[in-house]
């Protein structure tokens, strides 16, 4: 048995688990996901999608229904295809098609730290009977108490902790869930929790990846660096990473870095500041300013969060720079509200 995780266009995800040699088009039908078909017969094409992470053995696929070059860029027949392994898989139609409702679950505030002047880490305790998953780098939709808002929230951890889930939020002059946190927050709140949704999240790892993090964008990342500590050190490649903020008493969670510093055989982080006070030492500017070039000489995978200019300038200097390798770009915009 083997757990398959289908993303949608909307962000919306769906997580089950397929049996051996069952056909992962079969393993959505049973689990009420109601995928495109037609044939069933690996001819149509009906139910072409993309394998973003995993092994997967696909059966039998007509030349006329994948071409080679779709098939090496990791297209598949889910009706011909079953799991050597967890694996996602990325669908390029919208949820609603397939039937496919996100998950809503109720969970307990817990704990809430300041760990910056601009941001706190909140802790909440999901209810025993509920059971949820996600892929690192996605997010929930959490409802502000008293109100119909929700707002959005990458999870910090790769994956529930007995119980227990982080979220890592900017607080705002008067944004609404920053005025729900200082001003009448408490430990015991009921939340509601709405997920999982995005296609930010973490690929096969095949190649050398450069994380690029903005702000409160940190918390994908801290997430996809939580799994692949727990990855076997032998096979990951080189990893770098770029964590920019406006101020000193913006940065967080550094003391996890540098654990996850010590935990992954080639990892290094840098910071900078934007508005570095005369007594920072370290690096200063704008992020792409510090991008090491020799080490994306050779293709690998660019992974961006944080404030739309941020994705926006990283993605324009990647485009400009011819002597650059090629890489896969994927990225979340965090917008302020």
């Not at 400009?320 to 990225?331: G, M, R, T, V």
Request: net charge negative.
């Amino acid at each position: 048995m083997y757990t398959a995780a289908i993303i949608f266009r909307d962000g919306v995800t769906k997580v089950f688990d397929v049996a051996q040699s069952e056909k992962l088009l079969d393993a959505a039908f049973r689990n009420g996901v109601s995928l495109p078909l037609d044939c069933r017969e690996g001819v149509c094409a009906t139910c072409r999608c993309r394998c973003d992470s995993g092994k997967i053995e696909m059966e039998y696929c007509d030349e006329d229904a994948l071409s080679d070059g779709e098939i090496n860029g990791g297209y598949i027949l889910s009706c011909q295809t079953t799991l050597q392994s967890p694996a996602s898989f990325y669908f390029d139609i919208d949820s609603s098609i397939c039937n496919v409702e996100s998950k809503s679950v109720t969970a307990e505030v817990s704990q809430i730290t300041a760990i910056a002047d601009s941001a706190v880490m909140m802790e909440v305790t999901l209810k025993e009977e509920d059971k949820i998953s996600y892929l690192p780098g996605q997010y929930a939709h959490i409802t502000i108490p008293g109100s119909d808002e929700s707002r959005a929230y990458s999870f910090v951890n790769a994956e529930v902790e007995n119980g227990k889930v982080n979220f890592l939020l900017r607080l705002l002059p008067d944004g609404v869930m920053s005025n729900y946190l200082r001003d009448r927050c408490q430990i015991g709140d009921q939340l509601q929790l709405t997920l999982p949704y995005g296609v930010f999240y973490l690929r096969e790892i095949e190649r050398p990846l450069l994380l690029i993090a903005g702000g409160t964008g940190l918390s994908a990342i801290l997430s996809m660096l939580e799994q692949l500590a727990k990855m076997d050190p032998a096979a990951l490649p080189p990893i770098r990473m770029l964590y920019g903020v406006r101020r000193e008493e913006d940065l967080c969670a550094l003391s996890q870095l540098e654990t996850y510093q010590k935990l992954l055989p080639d990892f290094q982080f840098d910071v900078i500041l934007s508005e570095g006070a005369k007594e920072w030492s370290g690096k200063r500017g704008f992020v792409v300013d510090h991008i090491d070039l020799d080490f994306i000489k050779n293709p690998f995978d660019l992974y961006i969060c944080g404030p739309p200019g941020l994705v926006s300038s990283v993605e324009s200097w990647v485009a400009l720079k011819e002597e650059i390798a090629p890489c896969n770009i994927y990225f979340e915009r965090f917008v302020a509200s």
